[in-house]
């Protein structure tokens, strides 16, 4: 019988990113293991993910080859209302 490896599933919590500057900006979480999420996010955009409570969201800007890291903001404090969900799932479904 072939099982399959027991990684502990951390509980995911719906985040809310907005870029707020003129730039492109790269977003990804790096400090979770077996965790992936690497995003293009364009100035004025929202952008909503699930991630675990512990994440650690980091801003990258300026070009490709040159690009720093500008921010690292907890996924803790980008946790959307839990009135945010039930409206959200309510036009969802509509």
């Given at each position: 019988?072939?099982?399959?490896?027991?990684?502990s599933t951390p509980?995911?919590?719906?985040?809310?990113?907005?870029?707020?500057?003129?730039?492109?900006?790269?977003?990804?979480?790096?400090?979770?293991?077996?965790?992936?999420?690497?995003?293009?996010?364009?100035?004025?955009?929202?952008?909503?993910?699930?991630?675990?409570?512990?994440?650690?969201?980091?801003?990258?800007?300026?070009?490709?080859?040159?690009?720093?890291?500008?921010?690292?903001?907890?996924?803790?404090?980008?946790?959307?209302?839990?009135?945010f969900h039930a409206?959200?799932?309510?036009?969802?479904?509509?």
């Amino acid at each position: 019988m072939l099982s399959s490896p027991t990684i502990s599933t951390p509980k995911l919590v719906l985040c809310c990113y907005v870029n707020a500057t003129a730039h492109v900006e790269v977003i990804r979480i790096t400090n979770i293991p077996h965790w992936n999420l690497e995003r293009v996010v364009f100035p004025g955009q929202r952008l909503l993910f699930k991630a675990p409570i512990s994440a650690k969201l980091e801003i990258h800007t300026g070009m490709s080859i040159s690009s720093i890291i500008s921010e690292t903001i907890n996924c803790q404090d980008l946790i959307l209302p839990a009135s945010f969900h039930a409206e959200t799932k309510t036009s969802w479904t509509a």
